[in-house]
């Protein structure tokens, strides 16, 4: 049994890291001060969501639209609970970074709508956005 727990928190380590996308927009990292947001789809009975899609298009789309201001992102898939026997609480984590809030609102906002209907095409979930300061 014991056994059975460490391999399955290694295959979600591993799972973890193979299925995080980083952009080429910019191979840095977040620095102090940047903003972050946060893109998440709660999982629950009847939920669904289409990571190829997310990954393949979505995001590339999002990326075009917002241009030089989105500076990369990157994507989790969720994989595990707590413990073995709890659902993922998230399907799906998209984190979006920024020089500055301000960039995030003028990229956002002229391409919103675009980027607001395209989520049917991968998900029936309403995501849960949080617009963070990176501090470390």
């Known amino acids: 049994m014991k056994n059975n727990i460490i391999l399955l928190i290694i ?6 890291t193979s299925c995080q996308r980083t952009t080429s927009l910019s191979s840095s990292k977040a620095k102090k001060g940047m903003t972050k947001v ?5 999982n629950g009975e009847g939920k669904t969501f289409d990571m190829d899609y997310y990954a393949t298009k979505h995001m590339p789309m999002l990326a075009e639209l917002m241009g030089e201001s989105l500076k990369y992102f990157t994507i989790d898939q969720g994989v595990s609970g707590r413990t073995p026997d709890e659902a993922v609480p998230y399907l799906a984590i998209g984190y979006l970074y920024f020089d ?6 003028n990229s956002f906002g002229p391409n919103a709508e675009k ?13 849960v956005v949080q617009i963070s300061e990176v501090i470390k």
């Open 11 to 16: 295959a979600a380590i591993s799972l973890s």
């Open 38 to 42: 946060t893109i998440m789809y709660p």
């Open 100 to 105: 500055q809030l301000s960039d995030y609102q």
């Open 115 to 127: 980027i607001l209907n395209d989520i049917p095409n991968y998900t029936n979930i309403q995501p």
